[in-house]
């Protein structure tokens, strides 16, 4: 069965702080994706990144970037130079590809964000 | 291009109530799952639908059903509501294969 942990429930920064969010997930598959998803205020999720399993190279996206571990089975994610505008409830996710088409994604409980000017 | 989109926007019902919830994927995308989140809580699975059938389920009753139509979009449908179902219900849309799912802005339903 897949699980993601998200430890922290609600961090709070000062603006231009940097933020590290974690995430620890459980599968039984060798071929998995992971995501990030950022949900404001106004609920709808948004698409964020997308790692998979064979790949664990870390990369940098503007202000975002992750450091996916295969050997601990971790995926952080990093916030850099908050803004306010990045106050929201961030979600990691897992989904085990099986078969054709998507599959189900498994959430975290989510981190909430508050970015403090 | 629309992405994806949900309607009603917000929903109140009584217990005991049967509720129809609707939506339409984003353009090129044949694939729609649904998700229920609870408050303070990460989305949870419900089950998806790819041409026109239920492809996988998540860990809920069967008073939670669904249909797809042949333009793709879908509908969720829950009997004999509970007050536990409510919640806002998210639709997601996802072009086959590809595995980033695009979510609508959900609908929020309220069961009292």
């Known amino acids: 069965a897949q699980k993601v942990t998200q430890a922290q429930t609600e961090i709070s920064v000062v603006e231009k702080e940097d933020v590290t969010l974690d995430c620890v997930y459980e599968?039984?598959?060798?071929?998995?994706?992971l995501f990030w998803y950022k949900q404001p205020p106004s609920g709808e999720l948004v698409f964020l990144i997308r790692r998979n399993s064979f790949d664990e190279q870390n990369e940098i996206s503007g202000r975002y970037s992750w450091n996916f571990q295969k050997s601990t089975s971790s995926f952080n994610f990093t916030i850099t130079a908050s803004q306010v505008v990045d106050s929201a409830v961030y979600f990691c996710a897992l989904s085990e590809a099986r078969g054709y088409g998507n599959n189900r994604l498994a959430f975290g409980k989510g981190n909430q964000v508050v970015v403090i000017p | 291009d629309a992405g994806v989109t949900q309607s009603p926007t917000h929903l109140i019902k009584t217990r005991g109530q049967q509720v129809t919830l609707r939506c339409s994927p984003k353009?090129?995308?044949?694939?729609v799952s649904w998700y229920q989140q609870a408050l303070g809580q990460g989305p949870q699975f419900i089950f998806q639908y790819y041409e026109e059938e239920e492809r996988q389920r998540g860990n809920f009753p069967d008073r939670f059903s669904g249909h797809q139509f042949p333009n793709y979009s879908s509908e969720l449908n829950v009997n004999a509501l509970l007050l536990g179902d409510s919640a806002l219900y998210l639709c997601a849309s996802s072009a086959g294969p590809r595995y980033e799912q695009y979510f609508g802005p959900g609908t929020r339903l309220t069961v009292t």
């Open positions: 353009s090129g995308h044949d694939t």
């Open positions: 599968t039984r598959d060798t071929t998995y994706y």
